[in-house]
């Protein structure tokens, strides 16, 4: 019983403990990963804004861009064109990328195999393209993840270890009463049985003798009856 009482509260306290940190590393990472996102978009637009078909694609790029970018632009023939860029691409990469963004159903999205954040942009005489790279971006999210995951697991391991600690200081006095309640059981039961046993060992042998009245017997069987009643009772409380 005392076994399975402390099992109970550790298991209450570490599941407790879980859900709680489950919550404050899932709102981290969501948090962390909106912040990302919406940084991202920000970036896409600023860069959006600040070229025009003028640049050069020798240019250099802008002062504050923080993330590698390329800027494509689709020719009337549908070849790309690169208008800007802060890194070179090799040109079979790049034709396989618009091709996989023309394909897409949305102006916006992230092509994960290549760690790239896109932007569609379809004006009335061209199309143009802002690839924008966010590889850095997703090993700063993964890192964060294995963080959260081994100061998890290392929490879980010390709350398991003041969980033990703590059961056993709450279920101290419990341990206690039981082991008294037990001791008590076992001197009643020593001293209810002892008389109730020689009550009906005496009558037993009164039995055994002759020349009693019948009145003299009713009241014996009574003694006998009454002895194997209290008998089962005290069997029955101390069980």
């Given amino acids: 019983m005392i076994k399975k009482l402390r099992q ?22 969501t948090k962390t990963v909106n ?35 390329l800027i494509v632009k689709i ?14 691409v090799d040109t079979q990469l790049l034709e396989q990328l618009v091709k996989q963004v023309l394909q897409e159903s ?47 697991a290392g929490s879980l391991c010390v709350f398991f270890f003041l969980s033990m600690k703590l059961a056993n200081w709450v279920i101290r006095p419990v341990e206690e009463a039981w082991q008294r309640q037990k001791r008590f059981v076992s001197d009643a039961s020593h001293e209810l049985k002892t008389p109730l046993t020689l009550i009906t060992l005496n009558a037993e042998m009164l039995a055994e003798t002759a020349g009693r009245t019948p009145e003299e017997q009713r009241k014996l069987d009574g003694i006998l009856s009454g002895a194997g009643r209290m008998h089962a009772l005290v069997e ?3 069980t």
């Avoid at 407790?16 to 590393?25: E, G, I, P, Q, R």
């Avoid at 600040?50 to 020798?58: G, I, W």
């Avoid at 949305?106 to 195999?113: M, N, P, R, S």
């Avoid at 379809?122 to 964060?144: E, K, L």
Wanted: aromatic residues 8%; proline residues 5%; hydrophobic residues 40%.
């Fill in 8 to 29: 109970k509260f550790v298991l209450v306290i570490m599941s407790v403990v879980t859900v709680l940190l489950m919550t404050m590393f899932v709102l981290m990472i």
């Fill in 35 to 69: 912040d990302l996102i919406k940084e991202t978009t920000l970036f896409v637009h600023r860069i959006s804004a600040s070229h025009t078909e003028e640049k050069r694609p020798d240019r250099g790029p802008e002062p504050g861009v923080r993330l590698p970018y």
């Fill in 75 to 88: 020719d009337p023939d549908g070849n790309p064109v690169i208008t800007g860029s802060s890194y070179s």
């Fill in 106 to 152: 949305g102006d916006g999205g992230i092509l994960w195999q290549s760690s790239l954040c896109y932007q569609l942009e379809r004006g009335r005489f061209d199309t143009r393209i802002i690839f924008v790279d966010i590889s850095s971006q997703i090993r700063a999210v993964s890192n964060m993840i294995g963080s959260c995951l081994l100061i998890g």
């Fill in 236 to 238: 029955h409380l101390l």
